[in-house]
């Protein structure tokens, strides 16, 4: 009686084995759910987030504090300038760009100062998005 239980309970455990593979899956043209690879939980290098990005806004002004209007303006940081294109200084003397967040940005006027004015070269710090370039008389000799 021993001896057939035995025999009985061996058998029970291979028909198991068997059935779910012996514990070694079979080899298959397509993996199955239990061969695939379960997505990472480790926290990645890159954030998955995209950067955050500012609305920022040039302001051009003569010294009199009058708008200066269609002065084409850029930001810049010391590798690259995003030029405000295709829109000028309007009405207000304002362009508005959307950018990647950067603290480094300056505005800077893109090519000339209206005729008879200039501006610093080295550029102007962006305050909560916003810089304003007053632009300066030139003095004539």
Known sequence: MKKLLTIL???????????????NPAPSATPSVEQSVAPSTAPSAQPSETPAETAYTIIVLYPDGTP????MVQACNDTNCYPFLPNATDANGSATKTLA???TLVAKLMG?????YTANAEGYPFINGVATITLTEVQTV
Request: glycine share 22%; charged share 5%; with cysteine.
């Open 9 to 23: 309970m061996c058998c029970s455990l291979l028909l198991g084995l068997a059935a779910c593979g012996g514990g």
């Open 112 to 116: 000339e100062a209206p005729a008879g």
């Open 101 to 103: 967040t950067d603290s």
């Open 68 to 71: 200066a209007v269609g002065v």
